[in-house]
């Protein structure tokens, strides 16, 4: 296996510090104005409610912008249990788009329909 070869760039006059690194990583790629800054938890629960309440307003969420603005790292887990557990309506949509790095993924948007009774394998009402 081929060892990475990522150096760390810092200023000239200074290393930088972890906090500088998050700083400027956090605040100043964010593409949304409202990016969650104090967030008490990152239980399963938790994430739930920041995505939820993210689509319910905005519609839709990618999987970079749950990663980047929601501080949810996995967000397809916890998609899956807002859908069957809770019976939300949500679409996944495969699109591509930028990460911050500049790099174009195929990743997935999530797209809020609504809060309406899920459906069984065969198409019923569960």
Known sequence: MKPLN???KTRK??????????????KGNST???CITNIDSNDAESQRSRLLEHI???GSVTTI?????L????????????RHWYGYQIDTVLVYQ???????HRIAKYVYRGNGSTNDLF???A
């Open 6 to 8: 990522i150096e760390l």
């Open 32 to 34: 949304l104005s409202n």
């Open 98 to 104: 930028q990460t911050d790095c500049g790099k174009a």
């Open 71 to 82: 501080d949810v790292l996995a967000p397809a887990p916890r998609m899956y249990e807002l």
């Open 13 to 26: 006059d200074e290393a930088a510090t972890e906090n500088d690194l998050t700083q400027n990583h956090t």
């Open 56 to 58: 319910q307003r905005f």
């Open 65 to 69: 912008e749950a990663r980047r603005d």
């Open 123 to 125: 198409g019923g009402a």
